[in-house]
């Protein structure tokens, strides 16, 4: 992911500030997007990411669409998410992830709490910008990669965007913060980056202070493979 922030696809931000708070709390991933304007219009795609600071949120869509659209057109996303809860698994805060996405990701349930699959495992102390935000439902944070053996190490070096990517020793109840034992899923939602204490950006969308979420090392967990995009 060479380049600094590349988001991916299509950047939507509602020019309202206030109403774009909304707009990015309500956003989830795997959210359909639909074109509501212009000569793409009708057209469908799906949210991917939240990237904080900019606030900006991501979409794909393929590239017959993308050659149609134009920087004015309306996008409407339809919300959906926003509230889900696991509930055989309360201590598990589920954000920022579409339901129907969320029952493909090939998570398993044990005695122990839940298995999920993704590409890579990153410690705590390799977390940076966006360590400190109150929430996690307007953003992300990043993964810090100016240590290039502790990139290669961890596979930092071989993310993609969609990837899902497990934060170890890391609650995000009420913002991002160490604990140890916590663990927390995010998907890759923006490019690497070169500036001090950036990286590529996750969007959480699972998080637990227990021991209850399991990652498993899949190089096929990214979430384009679960919604059938390429």
């Known amino acids: 992911m060479e380049g600094d922030h590349i988001e991916p696809g299509v950047s ?34 799906y949210v991917t990411g939240k990237h904080g600071g900019i606030d900006h949120v991501m979409a794909y869509f393929d590239r017959k669409t993308l050659e149609m659209m134009t920087c004015d057109d309306k996008i409407l996303v339809q919300a959906c998410g926003l509230g889900l809860k696991l509930l055989n698994h309360r201590e598990i805060q589920v954000m920022n992830i579409d339901p129907e996405l ?52 961890h596979g930092i070096d071989k993310l993609r965007f969609g990837d899902l ?13 160490y604990l140890k034992g916590a663990i927390s899923i995010g998907v890759v939602v923006h490019s690497d980056s070169f500036t001090s204490g950036h990286g590529p950006g ?13 990652p498993v090392l899949d190089s096929n967990a990214n979430i384009a493979n679960y919604l059938n995009i390429k």
Not at 18 to 44: D, P, Q, T, Y
Not at 106 to 124: K, L, N, S, Y
Not at 165 to 177: L, S, Y
Request: hydrophobic share 35%; net charge negative.
């Open 12 to 45: 939507m931000k509602n020019p309202n500030e206030r109403e774009n708070k909304a707009f990015l709390a309500f956003s989830c991933i795997g959210n359909k997007a639909k074109i509501i304007s212009g000569e793409a219009k009708g057209r469908c795609g």
């Open 165 to 177: 990517v497990a934060v170890m020793d890391h609650d995000n109840h009420n913002g991002p913060h």
């Open 102 to 153: 969320l029952d493909k990701l090939d998570i398993t349930e044990e005695q122990d709490g839940i298995h999920v699959p993704v590409a890579a495992c990153v410690p705590a102390h390799l977390m940076g910008s966006g360590l400190g935000s109150s929430e996690m439902m307007l953003g992300d944070y990043d993964i810090m990669t100016q240590d290039k053996e502790a990139n290669k190490l």
């Open 202 to 214: 996750l969007t959480i969308i699972l998080t637990s202070r227990e021991a209850t979420i399991h």
